[in-house]
């Protein structure tokens, strides 16, 4: 089945830098990459998704990029704001369903 | 309909007993998956369902776990003879699906089992 890896764990930014998390993942026909934010107590919500035709998507603020040959795929927050401070989720679909890496937690302080 | 609603938010059960989640997603997702989120981890998948059939089912699924979905509309999972190693917040999800199957979803509030 589908594994995805996910780095680092933690993250811990000043307000204005930018945030970079990264993800691997196993199997080649993996097809579809969303990003979730969740934060505390409350449910995931996806925050921005990339296909596997497309090479990076970009929506404001937040950008991912994806490389089909190595297998991974990042997300890019520019401008951090402490309301960013959350946990980050990358997934990956390789079946029916997504597999979600561990998770990042990202600290944001003013 | 403004999400997908889970009920009930917080269920304290006494190991070994039975208990049951149920998960009402957006009327229009044909798709619904059963997720598992225990503390610092990421939701593992349990189950999924397209309308009315159960079409995955992650080894993690243990035969005292059951979901159903009967009218493709809301879904159940219960768990049977609860064990400590349940407690984890139960997360329900839906999604369309089509040709291009690759919608996100959208999670409910979750359901939290805490076994005593």
């Known amino acids: 089945g589908e594994n995805v890896e996910q780095h680092p764990s933690t993250l811990s930014v000043q307000e204005g830098d930018s945030a970079v998390i990264k993800c691997t993942y196993s199997?080649?026909?993996?097809?579809?990459f969303p990003w979730y934010k969740q934060e505390l107590g409350k449910r995931p919500q996806l925050i921005i998704d990339?296909?596997?035709?497309?090479g990076e998507k970009k929506d404001q603020r937040i950008a991912v990029t994806l490389n089909k040959t190595a297998k991974h795929f990042s997300l890019h927050i520019t401008e951090t704001q402490p309301e960013d401070s959350a946990v980050y989720f990358c997934?990956?679909?390789?079946?029916?369903?997504?597999?979600f890496g561990k998770g990042t937690s990202l600290l944001v302080t003013p | 309909d403004t999400g997908v609603s889970q009920n009930p938010r917080h269920k304290i059960t006494k190991r070994g007993q039975n208990v049951t989640f149920r998960c009402d997603p957006i009327?229009?997702?044909?798709?619904l998956y059963w997720y598992r989120q225990t503390l610092g981890q990421g939701p593992e998948f349990l189950t999924y369902?397209?309308?009315?059939?159960?079409?995955?089912k992650s080894r993690l699924l243990s035969d005292r776990f059951s979901a159903e979905r009967p009218k493709g509309s809301f879904s159940t999972l219960e768990i049977q003879r609860t064990e400590q190693g349940d407690s984890a917040m139960y997360l329900c999800?839906?999604?369309?699906?089509?040709?291009?199957?690759?919608?996100?979803?959208?999670f409910g509030s979750g359901t939290r089992l805490t076994v005593v």
């Open positions: 999800a839906s999604s369309l699906g089509g040709i291009d199957d690759n919608y996100g979803y959208t």
């Open positions: 199997d080649s026909a993996s097809n579809y």
């Open positions: 990339i296909r596997s035709n497309v």
């Open positions: 997934a990956a679909r390789g079946g029916y369903a997504l597999n």
């Open positions: 009327s229009e997702h044909n798709r």
């Open positions: 369902f397209q309308n009315e059939a159960q079409l995955e």
